[in-house]
């Protein structure tokens, strides 16, 4: 089945996800990988991959993803909050809603990703408190992700996905 790997990726997180995935599927059927564009329209299957923003996909993301009229759809994303599977649903829902109903979501894959430091410094400057304390948690436990166990569970998703 020819394919296509569209995905934005302000910070290179989502791009490492982006990659293993070409590295993975056969070269020979990949008809675009890059940025979402029209290019991709081509092929049947769309890898579709954001960062997020605000709780969703951006906005360029959002408006690719209306115009998939009839694709087969894996989405992958990375978010700076991690390590809640019913956290990652709720991103996977609402960017869901962008898409046209006769596209078919075949897979999905999330997983949390670093956040440049100068999201720290703003948790820093911020006054002491229970949620102060927990965002510069989750801050240093994103900086080690997507790491090769996140990959490694990408891949098992996308082959899944290639033999159902
Ligand atoms: C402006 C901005 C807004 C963000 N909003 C969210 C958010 O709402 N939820 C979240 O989990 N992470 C948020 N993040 C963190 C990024 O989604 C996360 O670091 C992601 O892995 C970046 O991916 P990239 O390296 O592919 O750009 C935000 C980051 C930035 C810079």
Excluded at 15 to 21: K, S, T
Excluded at 71 to 79: D, E, L, M, P
Excluded at 98 to 103: F, T
Aim: hydrophobic share 40%.
């Amino acid at each position: 089945m020819k394919y296509a790997i569209c995905y934005e990726s302000r910070t290179g997180n989502t791009a490492m996800l982006a990659e293993r995935i070409r590295q993975i599927l056969p070269a020979d059927d990949c008809l675009y990988y890059g940025p979402p564009a029209e290019e991709a329209l081509a092929a049947e299957l769309i890898f579709a991959g954001f960062w997020t923003d605000k709780g969703t996909c951006p906005e360029n993301t959002a408006a690719f993803l209306s115009g998939l009229e009839g694709k087969k759809v894996f989405f992958f994303g990375t978010a700076g909050f991690g390590g809640s599977e019913a956290y990652f649903r709720q991103i996977l829902e609402r960017v869901r809603t962008n898409l046209p109903e006769s596209a078919e979501v075949r897979g999905h894959f999330l997983c949390q990703g670093k956040m440049p430091q100068a999201v720290a410094d703003r948790y820093e400057a911020m006054e002491d408190s229970p949620r102060r304390t927990m965002m510069l948690e989750n801050f240093q436990k994103a900086l080690s992700h997507p790491n090769e166990e996140d990959l490694a569970a990408l891949e098992k998703a996308v082959r899944e996905m290639a033999e159902a």
